[in-house]
């Protein structure tokens, strides 16, 4: 399975150090595993066995460390909002100045979506 890395063609693909790290390690695990068979003359069966078990954690262990990635982001996200709460910079605009952010930005989406058709 090959792995792939962020790229400025598509943004929306991105893996992390870790996670190619995991795969290089796989990569290597399976090339030594064939060469320990190999030496120790272990069956088939035996070999698929050992490579299952491999597999199984390895995804266990790439989809925590995909996870782990994205909670991070989120986490980012949720303490910079708890800051902007807490600091109270959004009680420095006036009442009348918030509302008229919010007919603004109503009023463009408008406009917006009526120059589109």
Known sequence: METKVKTTRNPLIYQ???QR???EAKEMFMKYL?????????SEKEVKLI???????YIEKKASYIFEDKLKEL?????Q???YALSGAYKK???TENFTKVFYYRNKKDELNYERH
């Open 16 to 18: 992390s150090p870790r």
């Open 21 to 23: 790290t995991l795969d």
């Open 34 to 42: 064939k060469e320990f068979a190999e030496s120790k003359n272990l």
């Open 51 to 57: 490579k299952e078990f491999f597999e199984e954690v």
């Open 75 to 79: 986490n980012l996200y949720l303490n």
């Open 81 to 83: 909002a708890l800051i």
């Open 93 to 95: 605009q006036s009442v």
